[in-house]
């Protein structure tokens, strides 16, 4: 098992550029995340992805959009992107559901400049 | 708003002691707590899990939970310099969601 993959692991973007960013999971999970993780700030979530059909915003998601492909993937946009957005970006995925149980599992992340 | 606090660090400790991590968090109604591991330029890994009042201990590392005080802890025995690392303290913050703190930092010297 792969777990949690993520493309691409870097990229540099100039202001007003648009990207997307993959990430697919193999442990037929339910829920999905996209952070992102800049220096003193800890881990932000941008969106999620609860079950397969459905998004939700987190606490930072203005500049972003996200698609929940189906229950493998989830895709995060950035459609013009802006120097604030240079971070390194996380997926992540947890089996969830309304159990207390939520280990998230994360995957190697994608370092973003933009410039 | 859902808040995790922890100390920043660095938390310097020789090797071989025990290192203590801890972390405060704001709602009274989370239930599950977690402990992960962070190496510099790599992704958060999950070590530790918590559910219920009390200790739970695999192999060196011990996660203690006061939910009355709104605390939870991580005990690091024997510690080594692999163990350095930065430690990030999660809270469920709602259906399916994590809250996470910023992290401590955490140097074991030789």
């Known amino acids: 098992n792969a777990g949690v993959t993520q493309t691409p692991k870097f990229q540099v973007l100039k202001t007003g550029q648009s990207m997307t960013l993959q990430c697919a999971q193999d442990?037929?999970?339910?829920?999905m995340y996209w952070y992102r993780q800049d220096p003193g700030m800890g881990l932000r979530l941008i969106y999620y992805?609860?079950?397969?059909?459905?998004?939700d915003k987190g606490e930072v998601p203005n500049g972003y959009n996200v698609s929940r492909l189906n229950k493998r993937e989830f895709s995060l946009r950035l459609e013009s992107a802006a120097p604030s957005q240079t971070s390194v970006y996380f997926c992540?995925?947890?089996?969830?559901?309304?159990?207390?149980?939520?280990?998230?599992?994360f995957g190697p992340g994608t370092r973003l400049t933009v410039l | 708003q859902k808040e995790v606090e922890q100390n920043s660090g660095p938390l310097s400790v020789p090797e071989g002691a025990i290192a203590s991590l801890n972390c405060t968090y704001s709602?009274?109604?989370?239930?599950?707590f977690f402990w992960y591991r962070q190496y510099s330029g790599k992704s958060p890994e999950l070590i530790m899990s918590?559910?219920?009042?009390g200790d739970k201990e695999d192999g060196r590392f011990t996660a203690q939970l006061n939910k009355a005080s709104q605390y939870v802890s991580l005990l690091i025995r024997d510690s080594q310099p692999s163990d350095s690392a930065t430690y990030l303290c999660?809270?469920?913050?709602?259906?399916?969601?994590?809250?996470f703190g910023k992290g401590t930092m955490l140097l074991v010297s030789p």
């Open positions: 992540a995925s947890s089996e969830a559901g309304i159990a207390v149980e939520n280990e998230q599992f």
């Open positions: 442990m037929n999970h339910n829920s």
């Open positions: 992805s609860a079950s397969e059909g459905t998004t």
């Open positions: 709602d009274r109604g989370s239930q599950s």
């Open positions: 918590i559910y219920s009042n």
């Open positions: 999660a809270v469920n913050g709602g259906y399916s969601t994590l809250t």
